[in-house]
């Protein structure tokens, strides 16, 4: 009998000792936010695979993130959410390396092209392709001899095509596109070490001609691609060298047939200097080159002050006081994905108040340092009885929900908070 007493007395003994808010392990918690995540894991992967045009799947993205926090805000373990994620992602078939998107990506950003995509060169491939303003030209071959490069194009007359004729080898291009091939753009923002050529020329045909076009190009001796030599008598040159900020600016001479490289020589005169970067104002200058070497600089315009939102590496801690969570607007937490991850932690430091519906906004970016995407979230909500409790800390975020593709950077800004007297 004592046994049998002891054994139902037990359990109400340990839930006395337990703290208020404390709760009994329920396996089964968090089925139905898990069953969310592989249906949006699902959504998500289709879209990719036929992905056609740049952000075309960033809302669903979002989606998926969000129901990975509510997963998380349920106490949901993270191996869990990893698995349903994995599970939705793994019941579609294709792959997004072979949509449409990825594939017209590949063809422009590959040797020996280097062009950056932009939303025209998708269009085509899209049932929006009547939409698109822009003059195409197909480069149907190239040849590379001492450091020139040789690009044979012909003008395309449609503007709408079949996914299936995609060519990764031979990419579409526009008007504005080739004309910063030929004037060395890309090539030129490139490390010297890695550009397989200094020069582009340019070789215009019809799509009936192009073999033949290729046939007498690459039949052409080596010598024919070099430019002639300099007669006597030339005006000497000088060297003219454009510091930007941003460094990663792109920058070309408007008003004479030359790429620029840093340390350009060019005879004496005034010559018109394109500057632009993403993200920043493009500006256009002129400078005058006398007899000596010349060094400008050059300072862009931001046309988005989110792109200069500076973070603090290791902030990882936003301190909650009588007034404020850091600083408003300001942005305090930055992790790198691939590198050791870092939670994002909320501490309360009041004396008294629980800090509830704390909102921030989350900015992903690139390489560059551009804004790919934000986010905003609501954290530590009352109506879901969710606070952080004087002394107490929070951990809204971990290092699953920051790896995005592209992503180089996170920043996380706080919005807005509120504090209660009593427990929501």
């Not at 596109?177 to 019809?206: C, F, H, M, N, W």
């Not at 050059?298 to 990882?316: D, G």
């Not at 006081?321 to 937490?333: M, P």
């Amino acid at each position: 009998m004592d046994r049998i007493l002891f054994t139902i007395l037990l359990p109400l003994m340990l839930a006395a000792s337990l703290p208020v808010r404390a709760a009994w392990w329920n396996p089964f918690a968090g089925e139905g936010c898990l069953k969310t995540i592989e249906q949006n894991a699902m959504e998500y992967q289709k879209c990719r695979v036929n992905q056609s045009v740049p952000r075309q799947c960033g809302t669903l993205k979002q989606k998926l993130a969000q129901a990975k926090i509510q997963c998380a805000n349920d106490k949901v373990a993270v191996d869990k959410i990893t698995g349903a994620e994995k599970s939705g992602r793994d019941s579609v078939s294709g792959s997004p390396s072979k949509s449409p998107y990825a594939r017209v990506t590949r063809s422009l950003t590959r040797a020996p092209y280097f062009v950056r995509p932009e939303l025209d060169n998708f269009l085509p491939f899209t049932p929006d392709c009547k939409k698109s303003s822009a003059r195409y030209f197909k480069i149907g071959a190239y040849d590379i001899k001492k450091r020139t490069a040789s690009l044979v194009v012909y003008p395309l007359e449609f503007k709408c095509a079949s996914p299936s004729s995609i060519s990764e080898k031979y990419p579409v291009v526009t008007t504005a596109q080739l004309r910063d091939i030929e004037s060395g753009v890309y090539i030129a923002a490139r490390a010297k070490a890695k550009r397989p050529y200094d020069t582009v020329k340019i070789v215009r045909t019809t799509a009936d001609k192009l073999q033949s076009t290729y046939k007498a190009l690459s039949a052409a001796p080596a010598s024919a691609a070099k430019p002639p030599p300099a007669k006597a008598g030339a005006r000497n040159q000088y060297r003219l060298s454009v510091v930007t900020e941003p460094r990663n600016a792109q920058v070309r001479l408007l008003n004479v047939n030359r790429a620029y490289m840093d340390k350009v020589k060019l005879p004496p005169g005034r010559y018109q200097v394109q500057v632009s970067a993403s993200g920043y104002r493009t500006g256009t200058y002129w400078v005058t080159i006398g007899k000596s070497d010349k060094t400008v600089k050059i300072t862009l315009v931001p046309t988005r002050q989110a792109n200069l939102m500076k973070c603090e590496e290791h902030a990882e801690d936003i301190v909650v006081d009588t007034l404020k969570v850091a600083r408003f607007g300001a942005c305090h937490f930055l992790t790198y994905p691939g590198k050791a991850s870092r939670d994002l932690r909320i501490v309360n430091n009041r004396a008294q108040g629980h800090v509830h519906d704390v909102k921030v906004r989350i900015s992903y970016f690139d390489a560059d340092k551009q804004v790919l995407e934000e986010e905003e979230y609501v954290l530590f909500r009352a109506d879901r009885k969710e606070s952080i409790a004087p002394g107490q800390t929070g951990f809204p975020f971990t290092s699953i929900y920051l790896h995005r593709e592209g992503v180089k950077a996170i920043g996380i800004k706080t919005e807005h908070f509120q504090v209660s007297n009593r427990q929501p």
